[in-house]
């Protein structure tokens, strides 16, 4: 299985239907908070190292694919040898989250 294919697999489930590929997430049924949830489920399922904002930027699974087909590094180990925290609590935890982690 392709990491692309990987990538349709999370967003299928999530879905509990098929994609059309070329079809907006938002259109989809996806909203903000639903997108940095995937991003954290693919990049963590497939260690890869993709910002967040490349789900509002390849807004539907064949750009993202395609990104994802160009070849991302897999995820650098944290310096301080801590482990990524799951996302949980309030839109405004993961605003904050985000934010800290996008510095």
């Given amino acids: 299985m392709t990491q692309a294919d990987a990538v ?3 967003v299928e489930r999530r879905l509990g239907h098929a994609l ?6 938002f259109e989809a ?7 940095v ?3 954290e489920e693919i990049t963590g399922a497939l260690g890869l190292s993709l910002p967040v904002t490349a789900m509002f930027t390849h807004p539907n699974l064949r750009a ?3 990104l994802i ?3 991302q590094a897999p995820a650098p180990a944290r310096q301080d040898g801590a482990r990524r925290r799951p996302l949980g609590g309030s839109r405004r935890d993961v605003r904050a ?3 800290e982690e996008g510095r």
């Fill in 64 to 66: 993202l694919s395609d």
């Fill in 29 to 35: 049924g996806f909203d903000s908070l639903a997108l």
């Fill in 37 to 39: 949830e995937l991003h």
């Fill in 8 to 10: 349709a697999s999370l």
């Fill in 20 to 25: 059309d590929p070329d079809l907006n997430f």
């Fill in 97 to 99: 989250r985000i934010r």
């Fill in 69 to 71: 087909a160009q070849g």
